[in-house]
């Protein structure tokens, strides 16, 4: 009977793709892979690292598997991922039930470190070079059939204050852009009709090894590919969206009128801290300039709230610019103290209970524009994508071109007809539900 081999993998995009690398690499080594993996032989844990809480979620998931290996219903549990690459030293010492720790650059061997432990019975740590982290080959899609993530580069030179990522993954690196074509036309091939384009920074694309950004390039070669309905891309930086990108998101048909540009702030003073370009009259003028060009854009962005520094007013300011500016979609976190950046060791640190006050504030208030933008919408009919169907609630769930997978809302719908997972049909919008809507198929 062939090894059994379960995978939890945690935190972004990003990492489900570095998951689906592995996944398809151990089927072709002829390991059985199970969904649940709690009846797996071996669980590999795909951690994130990238703030406080979501290292407690990954130690959790770790933990709870190690307690069935102790009780003897698996056999051996693996770290990959941030977690595993950023605390190369520590996490075999302070979990010894890990029977392996994986670094990012040695996700290219799991086959063959799961058979060395097999046959030695001994622990496994293995860390290869960052740029060895496989971005090309085989992936097993782990997503609903019809949408998949496109990562297009690896890494980040952003340097942000606050984040680890540069020292987690390494220096931004790009892929060449006939490898992403070349996998994007294997998509869609598969039947895969909603293409997510994602990296660390999207906006940077090809900057490394064309010289320039090359993402409108990209996204115009991706629209060609027969099979895509929708392409999202994910993660713009305010500061390289450029003219030339506005006017492919504004003049493409398949890219949807989405853009997720994460400011993180609006002060100019927080921004320099935080190592980010721009000040509120930029970002103004930015978004001005996407509303003007594109009318029914919707803006998602992420806050960080509580950043060392920042003040009374400057929070006040953020709240002002939240309500005035009335993004569609807007996630608001308190600031993570993370060991290892610049921010860590800054002066005047804002405490735990003011930074998650600051954050709750800015969810409410975010709360309110989102209850008037989703108002706003009820009588129009859309396009839904179906991911399912909701037994306990006798309907169909979906999202629009307006919402992100596993990100956004869902708009929850009824219909007459039998409805596919992956079909696309029109819902007329007649109620809201907190940050989702209801509707009814109108064909």
């Not at 496989?134 to 942000?160: D, H, V, W």
């Not at 989405?258 to 978004?287: S, T, W």
């Amino acid at each position: 009977m062939s090894t059994r081999v379960g995978m939890v993998s945690l935190g972004c995009p990003k990492n489900q793709v570095d998951a689906e690398h592995m996944l398809y690499d151990l089927k072709k080594e002829g390991y059985e892979l199970v969904s649940d993996a709690a009846l797996a032989d071996v669980v590999i844990v795909n951690t994130c690292g990238f703030i406080e809480s979501a290292k407690q979620e990954a130690i959790d998931t770790i933990l709870e598997f190690c307690t069935l290996k102790e009780e003897g219903r698996i056999k051996h549990v693996i770290a990959t991922g941030c977690l595993a690459e950023r605390y190369r030293d520590e996490m075999k010492k302070e979990i010894p039930e890990l029977d392996a720790v994986v670094g990012l650059g040695s996700n290219g061997k799991i086959a063959e470190i799961i058979r060395d432990l097999y046959r030695t019975e001994e622990s496994v740590c293995a860390y290869g070079s960052k740029t060895d982290l496989p971005l090309e080959g085989g992936r097993l899609i782990s997503t609903e059939p019809f949408f998949a993530y496109l990562k297009i580069a690896e890494g980040c030179s952003n340097c942000c204050t606050y984040c680890a990522i540069p020292a987690i993954r390494g220096k931004f690196r790009s892929r060449k852009m006939e490898d992403i074509l070349e996998e994007a036309k294997w998509l869609a091939e598969h039947g895969v009709t909603e293409l997510v384009v994602i990296a660390q920074d999207t906006t940077r694309y090809g900057e490394d090894i064309y010289g320039k950004s090359m993402l409108p390039e990209l996204l115009k070669k991706l629209c060609e590919i027969d099979g895509f309905k929708w392409i999202r891309t994910l993660y713009s930086y305010p500061e390289r969206i450029s003219d030339e990108f506005i006017d492919v998101l504004a003049t493409e048909d398949k890219l949807v009128k989405y853009i997720d540009m994460p400011i993180q702030h609006c002060n100019g003073d927080v921004l320099k801290r935080m190592n980010r370009a721009g000040d509120e009259a930029f970002l103004l003028e930015l978004i001005q300039k996407l509303r003007a060009r594109i009318p029914d854009i919707v803006l998602r962005t992420t806050l960080i709230a509580g950043f060392p520094g920042e003040t009374e007013a400057q929070f006040e300011e953020l709240c002002e610019f939240v309500k005035n500016v009335g993004f569609e979609r807007l996630g608001c976190f308190a600031y993570s103290p993370e060991e290892g950046t610049k921010a860590y060791s800054m002066p005047d640190q804002v405490d735990e209970v003011t930074r998650n006050r600051r954050a709750d504030i800015i969810m409410q208030e975010q709360m309110l524009v989102t209850e008037r933008y989703n108002q706003a919408q009820l009588g129009k009919t859309v396009e839904i994508v179906c991911e399912g169907f909701d037994r306990y609630a006798e309907c169909y769930f979906g999202r629009g071109a307006a919402d992100a997978p596993e990100i956004d809302g869902k708009v929850f719908f009824t219909s007459e007809k039998k409805v596919a997972v992956g079909q696309y049909v029109k819902v007329e919008l007649f109620d809201t539900l907190d940050y989702d809507l209801l509707g009814t198929v109108t064909e």
